[in-house]
Nanobody
Framework: QVQLVESGGGLVQAGGSLRLSCAVS????????MGWFRQAPGKEREFVAG????????QYVDSVKGRFTISRDNAKNTVYLQMNSLKPEDTAVYYC?????????????????WGQGTQVTVSS
């Protein structure tokens, strides 16, 4: 059973930055792709960014390309999401999760249980 603990959210003005972290335990971290997802009020949860097990491949939803960067530190079992040039429409609860591959996460969904997420609120 994998455990996921997200942190780093907060309230920021439009144009600002935040760095989210996700600590992973209970699974061999370096063997799995990782992803960030978000759920805005009244909307379904959506894929935001994914990174391969080695960190060599990344993928982003079009709305965050050029603004968000996903990275991972396999020695620390942690995945990060650097969010720059934040917009009010980025407001959501952000979650991390694991997958067998980035493609699998986007097509089938992640394979871990959802954590509590971290709230990101961007004011205009």
């Amino acid at each position: 059973q994998v455990q996921l603990v997200e942190s780093g959210g907060g309230l920021v003005q439009a144009g600002g930055s935040l760095r989210l972290s996700c600590a992973v335990s209970g699974r061999t971290f370096s063997n799995n792709a990782m992803g960030w997802f978000r759920q805005a009020p009244g909307k379904e949860r959506e894929f935001v960014a994914g990174i391969s097990s080695s960190g060599g491949l990344t993928q982003y939803v079009d709305s965050v390309k050029g603004r968000f960067t996903i990275s991972r530190d396999n020695a620390k079992n942690t995945v990060y999401l650097q969010m720059n040039s934040l917009k009010p429409e980025d407001t959501a609860v952000y979650y991390c999760n694991v997958g067998s591959s980035i493609r699998a996460m986007t097509l089938v969904g992640p394979i871990g249980a959802w954590g509590q997420g971290t709230q990101v609120t961007v004011s205009s």
